[in-house]
Structure formats: C-alpha cells, structure tokens
C-alpha cells in the first residue's frame, strides 16, 4: 500500500533523479504510524524533494563569503575588513588571515605594540632615523654616566680614608650647589642662541657633556682634588642639560606633523628612559664580566671612554641631520631667498636643513657682501652712502638697507646692512632681506662686468647716485615677489608669523620726524 505522502517520480516533471545522483542523497520518505492519515492532498507545509534541492542550491550560494566594502583601520595599525560567511559577520585582514588563528598575526601585533609604546602615532618620516640615532647615542651616553658614578664612588671612598664623612658630604653638596648657579648664568646668557642657533649649540654642549664624564673619571686618580674635579664635571653637565631641556620642545614640535606636541613629547621621556636602562644595562655587564680582575675593572672606563664617547657625538651628530625646523632663523631665510632668486622656488624645510648643516663654523664671513641684520657700528668705518640712506627716510619706512665696512684683521671687507625699525612687522623684515639680496646679486653681477665700479664705500657723486638707483630698483622687484614668495613658503611648510632673530639682530631704530 502505498504512503499518502508519496510523489510519484514516473512524471517528467518531478523526474529529479540525476541531480540528486549528483548530490549523493537519497531522498526516503516512511508513513508515520501517528500521523493521522488526509484523503485530501499535503499540507503546504510539507516540502517536495524539488523544494529540498532548491533551498540547498541556495544555502550553498550564500554559504560563499562576501567581502563587505567596509576597511577598518584601527588605532594599532592594523587594517581589516568586514566579510559575510553566509551566518556570521566577521574580521579579517586585508591579507585574508583571521586576527586570531595565524602566529604571524601575533608576532604582528606585538611589533604594532612595541612601536605605539615607544613612537607617536603620526610622524615625520624622517623620524624613525632622528630615533635610531638618539637610541645609539642614549645606550651609549648612559654607559658612560653610570662608570662615571662608579669611578665618583670609588673616589670618595679613597677620601674617607683621610678625611671625615662630613667633609665628603660638603664636597659633594658644594659641586651640585655650583652646578646649579652656573646653569642659571648659562641659560641666562645665552637664550636667544637656543631658538637661532640650534643644533649648534646642542651639539657643542654634548661635546661639553662628555669631556665633564671624562673628569669625573678621573676623580679616583686624583682623590685630593675630588671637588675641583667634580665641580667642574657638574658645572659642565648642568649646562648641557640646560642646553637638552632648552632646545627640547623645538625639536619634539618639528615631528608634530599633526599639532600632537604632547604626545611627541611624552615619547620622547619614554625613550630616553629605555635607552637609558639598556646603557645601564651594558654597563653592569661589562663590570660583571671583569668583577674577577679587580685590575680591569678599574681601568675599564679608561679603555670604553674614547670609543663610547665617538659613538656618542657620532650618535647626536647624526640625528640632530634629521632635525627640520620649519622656524625660520635669518641664516635660514637667507638660504630660501638665495634659492628662490637663483632658480626660482622655494627649498623645503629638509633641503635648508641639509644645507645648514649643524654649522660649527660660520661661512658668512668668506662671503662677498655678506648681509648683516642691526645697526650700524660707530667702531667702523661708516660710508656716506649710509648717512644719505638715514637721511632719505621718511614714516612710512620700517627698514633700510645700506652699504658697511667692517675689518677682518688689516682686510677690509664691504657688506650690506639691514636696519629694522621698531614696530616692523614680519613681512617687513622678509621684505627688507628680500631687497638686501637683491641688492647682492646685482652686485655681484656687476663685479664681474669690466667698467663697473664694484665698490660703493667712496664718496663720490656717481656711485651714491649707483647706489640709490640699485637700491630702488631692487626695492621695486622686492614688492613685487613678496607675495608669492610668503605664499610659496607657507605652502611648503615654513613656519612665516615670526623672524627669530639673535640678541644683535633684535636690535632696533626709531624714526624721529622733526
């Protein structure tokens, strides 16, 4: 007898066989005892092998995984992506591998973790040099420190010998007390050098840093002259500290691409921290594996000082290179507009700072015509053309730009002079150095023209009147660059509201209208 629920395949219609071979399923169907039976068809509820097929067709086709047009990058660095697999949502790499089933993600992960513990989130490209520099100066420097305090250490402890605890004590409170004061002087006296003069002074104060270890390594040599030596030492160290926390916040604010000062910053003091501990670190190695030979050890920070010392400079050296201050100093300004009056645009904040290098020794002196920013020097000689020059101005003036004579030993040297009126903006300043090389360029062009006079320090009627037109000429071309110029230079990153001028350069002049 045959079950009410069977569908009889001799029809074409529902004559699936071939498709189900090729499934390898068998669809069997057995009368249920406790189902009552219907004279009238199935429920619809009941579904044909013909449905069956169909909804597997269809499972099988959403089982495929859709990748979603959704990227997530997160705050780690990784970048994922959203996929379907037909039951659940999930995340995945852009290379495919689950977050969690594959160790090289793991191994990923962590060096996403080291780098966000230690480096800022955005940066310069060129940072990742400026650390892997700072890092060999760091391990290095603080090797050093710590054979440095050793060899301190073993000193007073020599003096005890001779002399009372107290009086080690005395000593060493009367060098940090001097340490102290001549920082105070020190800063004082030299605080516009830090904005202008950079990574000059920063390197000499290393250079200064590292001569006041050596002192101290000698300290055990010389034990009656602990507190010379030491003053001396931390005289030297205080001020090369200045120096470091002086010059800090420029540097950190060059890497701050994305105003994140802060973050920069608090980077920079985990760094010099983990460093710092991987010197230590080195140090109480080496004296671990000399700890046998009481002789090697103590004549171990005489060997490592002159080769931890070069690796140190070189060190600072090497990353103070890849500093770009986007200040703009009057060294550096007059790098930008000699490159934009010779080929025509402006030079990036890299550029100028490969150019300007760390700068030991100034090269404005062997140039022809140098261009000087201040007053004029009652000890030169002063030419007439700068007397009709003061005369000539008028209120509206907020600059001049004149002609100087000043003597390098019996070589008398001729140089240009520009004058900053009190109350003059920092477009004026560009403006008036704008003119100034200008006025250079011609001259320099002019000297080598047979017939020319080249030099305009006489008095005579002809080459004042040379000289007024040169000047307004230049003035005219002066105005007329301007405005692109300051565009171009706000555009490729220069920093344009102030002019960081030096104590002499700060110098002003006010007009008196009788």
């Not at 591998?97 to 966000?116: A, H, L, P, S, W």
């Not at 040169?470 to 105005?479: D, F, T």
């Amino acid at each position: 007898m045959q079950s009410p629920f069977h569908i009889p395949t001799s029809n074409p219609t529902f004559n699936f066989s071939s498709k189900w071979q090729k499934h390898n399923k068998v669809q069997i169907f057995f009368p249920n005892p406790c189902f009552p039976r219907f004279s009238k068809p199935p429920p619809k509820s009941l579904k044909t092998s013909f449905q069956f097929e169909y909804e597997e067709e269809k499972m099988e086709k959403q089982v495929e995984p859709t990748l979603l047009p959704v990227v997530i990058k997160q705050s780690d660095g990784c970048v994922s992506r959203y996929f379907w697999d037909g039951n659940d949502l999930k995340l995945v790499f852009v290379d495919g591998f689950d977050k969690f089933d594959d160790f090289g993600d793991v191994f990923r992960r962590c060096k996403m973790g080291v780098r966000n513990f230690l480096l800022p989130r955005k940066i310069n490209e060129n940072y990742l040099e400026y650390v892997k520099w700072k890092f060999l100066h760091r391990v290095f420097s603080s090797a050093l420190q710590v054979l440095a305090t050793q060899a301190m250490f073993r000193a007073i402890g020599i003096g005890y010998a001779r002399s009372l605890p107290s009086a080690a004590a005395l000593n060493w409170v009367l060098k940090d007390g001097l340490g102290r004061l001549s920082r105070c002087i020190y800063t004082a006296s030299l605080a516009s050098a830090f904005d202008t003069n950079l990574k000059r002074v920063r390197f000499l104060t290393s250079v200064v840093f590292s001569l006041s270890i050596g002192l101290e390594l000698m300290t055990p040599a010389f034990p009656q002259y602990f507190l010379l030596l030491a003053s001396i030492a931390n005289i030297a160290k205080q001020i090369s500290l200045a120096c470091y926390l002086a010059t800090g916040t420029a540097v950190h604010r060059s890497f701050a691409v994305a105003d994140n000062l802060g973050e920069v910053s608090a980077k920079a003091q985990i760094q010099t921290v983990c460093f710092d501990n991987l010197g230590l670190m080195l140090a109480a190695a080496l004296n671990i594996i000399l700890k046998n030979n009481q002789r090697w050890q103590a004549g171990l920070p005489f060997v490592v000082y002159p080769i931890f010392t070069a690796i140190d400079l070189y060190g600072i050296y090497q990353s103070l290179k890849h500093v770009h201050l986007q200040t703009i100093t009057k060294d550096r300004l007059e790098i930008i507009i000699d490159t934009w009056i010779q080929r025509g645009y402006v030079p990036s904040p890299a550029e100028v700072s490969k150019r300007e290098g760390i700068n030991f020794f100034s090269t404005k002196d062997r140039l022809k015509w140098p261009i000087r920013i201040g007053c004029l020097n009652s000890r030169f000689q002063i030419p007439k053309i700068s007397m009709m020059t003061m005369r000539s101005l008028c209120k509206d003036d907020f600059y001049f730009v004149c002609t100087e004579i000043c003597f390098c030993g019996f070589q008398k040297r001729e140089g240009i002079l520009l004058s900053i009126r009190e109350g003059a903006t920092t477009s004026d300043i560009i403006m008036g150095f704008l003119q100034a090389c200008y006025i250079r360029e011609r001259l320099l062009c002019n000297m080598k023209k047979p017939g020319i006079l080249e030099v305009y320090d006489n008095n005579s009627h002809q080459n004042i009147t040379n000289w007024f037109n040169l000047a307004a000429e230049c003035k005219e071309s002066a105005r007329e660059g301007m405005k692109l110029l300051n565009e171009k230079m706000v555009e490729i990153g220069w920093s344009c509201k102030n002019i960081l001028l030096s104590t002499n350069e700060q110098t002003r002049f006010s007009f008196i209208d009788d």
